[in-house]
């Protein structure tokens, strides 16, 4: 049974080691969404995650949590961020990963300017393998060409899929707000290519 972590006070000194990865992530989620903020208690709950012997026991949905959470509150740990996108890499596939999943997770890597090619051409690939991209949200969609260009990874098949997407985006004008549009719009001119 997972432990009661929802509202955790900042400077707990709660032992990290009797935590499950549910736990963490649920750790992380709450406090940021509290607004408890602690850079040092963020620091040990990275070192806890960094160290635990098998990443494969937290959820795709715990790890983008956690790295939303770091990244939210622009809490920089890079053998956090490094550790997963060496965990997903390692991966046979990205079909647990939903896309809010990949989404947030790509986000974060972008938010905190942490660098990891071989993570984004991996999902670069997951999602150009797509038949299509319905099951994308506006603002999924949008986070996703925004990490890649706020980086400067442009992969060509994936950018060329989102763009002939959304040209075929039946109600483009009412699914996608303002700042979609300016964040899509933003991210292919950085792109520096002819786009349908």
Request: glycine letters at 4%; one cysteine or more.
């Amino acid at each position: 049974r997972s432990a009661k972590v929802d509202h955790i006070p900042t400077g707990s000194t709660m032992n990290l080691h009797q935590l499950n990865p549910q736990d963490l992530s649920n750790l992380i989620y709450g406090t940021v969404k509290d607004r408890h903020y602690d850079p040092e208690f963020f620091d040990k709950v990275a070192n806890r995650i960094v160290a635990h012997e098998d990443l494969n026991k937290f959820k795709p949905q715990g790890l983008a949590n956690i790295l939303w959470g770091y990244a939210k509150v622009n809490h920089q740990s890079p053998q956090l961020f490094d550790t997963v996108a060496n965990h997903m890499i390692h991966l046979d596939n990205l079909r647990g990963f939903t896309p809010q999943h990949l989404s947030n997770i790509l986000w974060a890597y972008a938010k905190v300017a942490h660098i990891s090619p071989q993570l984004f051409d991996q999902v670069a690939n997951h999602i150009v393998a797509h038949d299509d991209l319905s099951k994308y949200k506006p603002q999924e969609l949008t986070n996703v060409v925004w990490a890649f260009a706020k980086l400067g990874f442009f992969h060509v098949n994936l950018f060329e899929k989102i763009a002939n997407h959304l040209c075929t985006e039946e109600h483009l004008l009412t699914t996608y707000n303002g700042l979609d549009f300016s964040m899509l719009m933003w991210a292919f001119s950085e792109a520096n290519t002819d786009y349908p």
